[in-house]
């Protein structure tokens, strides 16, 4: 299997932020398709038809057990850490940490400065860590006593553009030039305690868009408006697995869960089988959402998504359904008790009613 992820890439747009828009009608259709490893020969899709729910998604009341105002300001992230939920706002240059029981800000951090702040942020390995945009380092900071403990530097890699944390190490994805004369986006991989890049891989897409998104087994790498998306190796990043994505003109939004890796692109929602990559469920995205939105999906297997004006949640059993008296949505996360929604005025948690 080769290790390269190369072609030739479709011409690529900016980064657009999240827009507004609405409401729904669904069908589930199931769906198998892929592509296993490295190998390029396309399966042909089984399907079946569920039977489908309303076409108008009836809107639901939830608990709000915290319900926080937050500073204003261009949010890039939310993460969550032990007791605390992180906001990263790059219009205030800072990072904040909210007490996950009384919604309290506990710690105000300073990154870069105002209009530069933090461009990504990510928790794990009992850490919390940012991508510092101005200055153009990642930042290790301590989850418990929230001092920063470790600052690594990026110079020359290309314009810093995503990060995460998993398998041990922290990815970051990077825009431009790694080598005289090399424009491709590139992943790096960083050791967790100097900060050093131990690792690097060139991806197909040129400007803005790679993404990494973390994985037990490894990371899961894209660019905005390529098709391929590949899980990497976390020790040697050869491809374990990869295979074609619906492009757009935004990148899709992927959360990589024990059940599966689903994606949300401005075609449809989809499961892929986390071992092979085939596309086992596929689910129309909501007609008249906007893209890109935000998706997450919770420790029961609800499926949440967010347009920047409508909250909704997916299950088999419900098909779309809207949450009521939530908007202006611009991040989800969720941990084992709730889900957790940062506006642009307010930080959220959520859990939904049982009963309904």
């Excluded at 059940?259 to 449809?268: A, I, K």
């Excluded at 007609?287 to 997450?296: C, E, K, R, S, Y």
């Excluded at 998504?305 to 996360?333: C, H, M, N, Y």
Aim: aromatic residues 6%.
């Amino acid at each position: 299997m080769s290790d390269e992820i190369a072609h030739d890439p479709p011409p690529r747009g900016p980064f657009p932020w999240r827009r507004l828009a609405a409401v729904a009608v669904v069908a589930v259709v199931v769906a198998a398709v892929a592509v296993l490893g490295g190998q390029q020969d396309h399966h042909p899709a089984r399907s079946a038809r569920a039977s489908e729910p309303s076409p108008t998604p009836s809107g639901v009341s939830a608990a709000q057990t915290l319900h926080v105002p937050i500073p204003s300001g261009t949010l890039t992230g939310i993460a969550n850490a032990g007791n605390r939920v992180w906001l990263a706002n790059w219009d205030r240059g800072t990072v904040t940490a909210y007490d996950v029981r009384s919604g309290r800000s506990q710690i105000t951090l300073r990154v870069g400065g105002p209009q530069m702040g933090p461009e990504s942020i990510a928790a794990g390995g009992g850490a919390v860590w940012v991508l510092d945009f101005a200055d153009n380092q990642v930042l290790r900071i301590s989850a418990s006593s929230g001092r920063i403990t470790g600052r690594g530097s990026l110079a020359g890699l290309g314009e810093p553009l995503r990060l995460t944390y998993s398998a041990g190490a922290v990815w970051v994805s990077t825009d431009g030039a790694r080598f005289h004369g090399d424009s491709r986006e590139h992943v790096f991989k960083l050791d967790r305690r100097t900060l050093k890049v131990v690792a690097h891989k060139g991806l197909p897409g040129e400007g803005p868009g790679a993404m990494v998104i973390a994985d037990r087994r490894g990371v899961w790498v894209t660019c905005a408006g390529d098709p391929q998306l590949a899980l990497l190796n976390p020790s040697t990043l050869g491809t374990t697995v990869k295979t074609n994505i619906p492009t757009g003109q935004d990148a899709a939004q992927i959360d990589a869960t024990p059940s599966g890796v689903w994606v949300l692109s401005d075609t449809d929602l989809r499961r892929l089988d986390p071992y092979t990559a085939y596309a086992t469920t596929i689910i129309p995205r909501p007609v008249g959402m906007a893209f890109p939105a935000q998706l997450t999906v919770d420790r029961t297997g609800k499926i949440w998504i967010a347009d920047g004006k409508t909250l909704q949640f997916f299950t088999p059993a419900t098909g779309w359904r809207s949450v009521e008296g939530i908007s202006g949505v611009r991040f989800l996360t969720s941990d084992p008790a709730n889900v957790w929604i940062a506006t642009g005025t307010e930080l959220i948690s959520l859990r939904l009613n049982p009963s309904r």
